[in-house]
């Protein structure tokens, strides 16, 4: 254990989480339904937003669940102290984390045996060849070295879903259940977003934390309050067959998803809940750089120690951090996915004798109807993205196509390469630097992590070949952080003298004063709303020099034929000025 403390000492005289007087099963207990009303459980390591939403969906589904406090340096050691060595940071930062709420649980007087009986933590895994795929037996060697034997874990597998080690669990997934966890990531990716854009321009310092807060709180609420759709509730009685018959349970379900989709399941909470935001008032004419944060999963997404807290200090340096969604990684793994059976199928062809035209016209047919269901589910994930920011009131969201970045990747990185994010990190830095999103692109990744520094490599190479790319890599180790941030401002020197360059040359070609547009701006309370729709400009990056000739534009409408701003909560007149200045150009975010 490092030679840090020993583990807690077992009794000798074991229980079981049925009956504590029993003795305990030789072998991790299932999760099942029957203890869904007295077992919690555990998770953590996304954004607080995330989380927040994920413990309305389950709370909604009947069960007791509780995220974990945010993880910190302590709990860094904590878990070096139970963990193996050589292991990457996430893995010490959620095992000590998990291991330092148990202990808290025992320090307040309940006993480690009833612990393991009515706690499971809940976590990802993979079979890939980083180390991410040891985090599941990492954490049971370091619960039954702390002192939790038979801790239950289950893990979420993309390539097996949810399973615990028994091959048993009681989780189990229903319609309503499903839909609601595609929502959950989906407006916890959007209130992250939204709240990190707004941030850096609000005139009232906190504004946006409070906004978001009460958006996430009342989302939340609506999941675990929510009444599904159920097909008895819209059919009389005696047209409909038995509950468990198959005539009752396909339209039912069928009901279930277009509910979710096209319904009404979510059209009263979200529009309620963007009011919050006109709680805050933003000042778009701050220069800020952008800076486009990427890298490997859990370090980029973190708001924690580990990750130095880079999100905070990037805001802090007067930059506009830019974070990737959650929803990017998902639909990479509905790529992955259909691009190995498309592979899978041109080995079939290969491998099938020619004696067997039946069997191999079979196999085409199979791989064609996966490769369908899989761009389904992608396009079915894209449109509801952008369903759901409409509702929040959010300027048109995009999420990049993954073909694009895996064509621009695959000169470069191999995009059947697996273990971290694979070929995303170098799609990413070419994808944002050619369509000019940020000046300055962010990877953050744990010290020694595998994937990222085959990842890196490549970067260092781009930078060679295309000098516009402005690329940094940063490795959180635990005791890296005063480097870290001297190496980011560093690099955040360059990034902020390319924004005021430009916010230069956006004022050189405005036919108005900067005094003119504040004074303009300061009289039409639209343009300092924190939704208002800026279209972005040819070769432009940053938000205050797009926002500076959009408002030069709408200015000269309005000298010129009396054009009048209106509220932002009316669209279509809002619309109509936009398509007045920009008769062709669609906003984008």
Not at 176 to 196: C, E, K, R, V
Not at 331 to 354: D, G, T
Request: hydrophobic share 40%.
């Amino acid at each position: 254990m490092n030679g840090v403390s020993a583990p807690h000492q077992i009794p000798d005289e074991r229980y079981s989480c049925d009956n504590l007087r029993a003795p305990l099963i030789p072998h991790e207990a299932a999760f099942s339904a029957a203890e869904r009303a007295t077992v919690t459980i555990l998770f953590g390591g996304l954004t607080w937003k995330h989380e927040r939403l994920i413990e309305g969906l389950l709370a909604g589904a009947g069960y007791l669940c509780q995220k974990l406090p945010e993880t910190d340096r302590a709990a860094h050691e904590l878990g070096k102290e139970f963990c193996a060595s050589g292991l990457c940071n996430p893995v010490y930062f959620t095992v000590g984390n998990l291991i330092r709420f148990l202990e808290e649980k025992h320090k307040a007087g309940l006993p480690r045996e009833e612990i393991v009986c009515r706690f499971v933590y809940f976590t990802a895994a993979c079979g890939g060849p980083c180390r991410f795929g040891m985090y599941e037996s990492e954490f049971r060697v370091a619960l039954n070295a702390a002192g939790y034997v038979g801790f239950r874990v289950l893990s979420f597998s993309q390539d097996h879903g949810i399973r615990a080690s028994t091959g048993h669990s009681g989780l189990q997934f229903s319609v309503d259940f499903g839909m609601n966890a595609l929502h959950s990531f989906i407006l916890g990716d959007l209130l992250n977003s939204t709240q990190h854009r707004l941030r850096p321009y609000e005139v009232r310092a906190g504004a946006t934390d409070q906004a978001i807060a009460r958006m996430t709180e009342m989302i939340a609420q609506h999941f675990a309050a929510h009444s599904a759709f159920e097909l008895r509730g819209h059919v009389p009685a005696f047209l409909l067959p038995r509950d468990t018959s198959r005539a009752y349970r396909i339209p039912n379900t069928l009901g279930k998803v277009w509910s979710h989709l096209y319904g009404h399941a979510l059209t009263g909470v979200l529009p309620a809940a963007a009011n919050e935001l006109l709680t805050v008032e933003v000042d778009w004419l701050r220069v800020r750089p952008v800076v486009k944060v990427i890298g490997e999963f859990w370090a980029q997404m973190t708001e924690s120690d580990g990750n130095f807290r880079m999100l905070e200090f990037l805001e802090k340096e007067g930059t506009e951090a830019s974070i990737e969604p959650v929803s990017t990684w998902l639909l990479y793994m509905l790529h992955q996915r259909k691009a190995r059976v498309a592979f899978s199928q041109q080995m079939a062809a290969y491998a099938a004798p020619w004696t067997s035209p039946v069997k191999a016209l079979a196999v085409r047919a199979a791989a064609w109807a996966k490769q369908t269901g899989l761009s389904l589910g992608t396009g079915i994930y894209r449109r509801h993205f952008r369903r759901l920011a409409r509702l929040l009131g959010l300027p048109e969201q995009l999420l990049v196509s993954q073909k694009t970045l895996s064509t621009l990747a695959a000169p470069y990185y191999s995009t059947f390469l697996r273990g971290g994010e694979g070929h995303l990190e170098v799609g990413k830095t070419l994808y944002y630097t050619q369509h000019k999103v940020c000046h300055l692109v962010l990877a953050l990744k744990p010290f020694g992590c595998l994937p990222s520094v085959q990842s890196d490599a490549v970067q260092a190479s781009l930078v060679e070949r295309f000098p516009e790319v402005s690329f940094l890599s940063i490795e959180t180790s635990a005791d890296g952080e005063i480097h870290a941030y001297s190496r980011v401002q560093m690099a955040l020197s360059e990034a902020r003298a390319k924004a005021t360059t430009e916010f230069a040359q956006a004022l050189h070609k405005a036919r108005h004063s900067l005094d003119e547009i504040r004074e303009f701006v300061a009289a039409h309370a639209e343009l300092r709303h924190p939704l208002f729709p800026i279209p972005r400009h040819a070769g432009v990056v940053s938000t205050a020099a797009n926002f500076l000739l959009y408002t030069d534009q709408l200015m000269s409408a309005h000298l010129t034929n009396g054009a009048v701003l209106h509220s932002r909560r009316d669209p279509r007149l809002q619309e109509a000025v936009i398509q007045h200045v920009h008769p062709t150009q669609e906003t984008e975010s």
